[in-house]
């Protein structure tokens, strides 16, 4: 009898398991000219809430034959507050010569997510570049690989900045380009990433020039030098930064753009690629 009772002492105090809920993420590489693979033996992806990791969410161990690997949450099935992961695709050795896909989300309102199964793509630079720059006027300059050069008076920067489409397309070239530049400083091809980070920086700011226009006329936009280099890039954020803030009155899109453009003010030109452009590219 004493046993027993000593039984039913131990599991209530015990604590339960705790539930979980699944999401199957499905990896695939694309290297030209092949057709899309499994990503095997990669790892490991980051789960945020927020911007810091979270202890709630793992995806432990690495892809496997097949390119998946399964993620785990913690969870309370009577939990009626939804929360927002964010699930981060890593970069590491074996990713190198490819993009990095763009950054999903997905929601867990008790152990309920929004979707079952994530798919994420890293494709090889040339096909990224070919696939982003087609039907634009970029699209004979990216479709032979090499290493083009920014031509800061070249006319297909209005073409393309002219619309929200347009904008989109180069602030995602600005990202690619610039990823593609860490990556052969990171070989120590020199001369190879100098192109290319002269590409990505010169996209920015051909979209701060831009951004200036739309929104605050031609005076300000001929203040906005268009170049390939970095100091006249950070310049250029100053210049428009001081605009804004001497405004009288700020309105939301004001705002929008000031916290943008202090951003980028104190972020280091290594991080500049995976940086924010939202409100400066589309709003």
Request: net charge positive; hydrophobic share 40%; charged share 25%.
């Given at each position: 009898m004493?046993?027993l009772?000593?039984?039913?002492?131990?599991?209530?105090?015990a604590?339960?398991?705790?539930?979980?809920?699944?999401?199957?993420l499905?990896?695939?590489?694309?290297a030209?000219?092949?057709?899309?693979?499994?990503?095997?033996?990669?790892?490991r992806?980051?789960?945020?809430?927020g911007n810091?990791?979270?202890s709630?969410?793992?995806c432990?161990?690495?892809t496997d034959?097949?390119?998946k690997?399964?993620c785990?949450f913690?969870?309370k099935p009577?939990?009626?507050?939804?929360r927002?992961?964010?699930?981060?695709?890593?970069?590491?050795?074996?990713?190198?010569?490819?993009?990095?896909?763009?950054?999903?989300?997905v929601?867990?309102?008790?152990?309920?997510l929004?979707?079952?199964?994530?798919?994420f793509?890293?494709?090889?630079?040339?096909?990224?570049?070919?696939?982003?720059t087609?039907?634009?006027?970029?699209?004979?300059?990216?479709?032979?690989?090499?290493?083009?050069?920014f031509?800061?008076a070249?006319?297909?920067?209005?073409?393309?900045s002219?619309?929200?489409?347009?904008?989109?397309?180069?602030?995602q070239?600005?990202?690619?380009?610039?990823?593609?530049?860490?990556?052969?400083?990171?070989?120590q091809?020199?001369?190879?990433a100098?192109r290319?980070?002269h590409?990505?920086?010169?996209?920015?700011?051909?979209?701060?020039?831009?951004?200036?226009?739309?929104?605050y006329?031609?005076?300000?936009?001929t203040r906005?030098?268009?170049?390939?280099?970095?100091?006249d890039?950070?310049?250029?954020?100053?210049?428009?930064?001081?605009?804004?803030?001497?405004?009288?009155?700020?309105?939301?899109?004001?705002?929008?753009v000031?916290?943008d453009?202090n951003?980028l003010?104190?972020?280091?030109?290594?991080?500049?690629?995976a940086?924010s452009?939202?409100?400066?590219?589309?709003d």
């Amino acid at each position: 009898m004493r046993t027993l009772v000593m039984a039913l002492v131990l599991a209530s105090a015990a604590p339960l398991a705790a539930a979980q809920a699944t999401l199957q993420l499905l990896v695939k590489q694309h290297a030209s000219p092949n057709t899309p693979k499994p990503f095997r033996d990669l790892g490991r992806f980051d789960i945020r809430l927020g911007n810091t990791s979270s202890s709630d969410g793992e995806c432990p161990g690495n892809t496997d034959a097949n390119g998946k690997v399964s993620c785990r949450f913690v969870c309370k099935p009577d939990d009626q507050v939804a929360r927002n992961f964010k699930i981060v695709p890593p970069r590491n050795e074996r990713t190198r010569g490819f993009t990095s896909p763009v950054t999903r989300e997905v929601a867990l309102k008790g152990c309920q997510l929004s979707v079952a199964e994530l798919e994420f793509v890293y494709m090889d630079f040339a096909i990224a570049l070919r696939d982003l720059t087609k039907g634009t006027p970029l699209e004979t300059q990216f479709a032979s690989v090499g290493t083009p050069r920014f031509d800061a008076a070249s006319k297909e920067w209005d073409q393309l900045s002219a619309t929200p489409a347009g904008r989109q397309k180069l602030d995602q070239l600005r990202t690619l380009t610039g990823e593609i530049a860490l990556e052969k400083a990171s070989d120590q091809d020199t001369a190879s990433a100098t192109r290319w980070d002269h590409f990505s920086v010169g996209i920015s700011n051909v979209l701060l020039k831009n951004s200036a226009f739309r929104n605050y006329g031609r005076e300000t936009a001929t203040r906005i030098e268009v170049s390939p280099n970095k100091a006249d890039f950070y310049k250029n954020l100053r210049v428009l930064g001081a605009h804004i803030e001497a405004k009288e009155a700020m309105t939301p899109l004001d705002a929008r753009v000031l916290t943008d453009v202090n951003k980028l003010s104190s972020t280091s030109s290594d991080k500049l690629p995976a940086a924010s452009f939202k409100s400066i590219a589309l709003d």
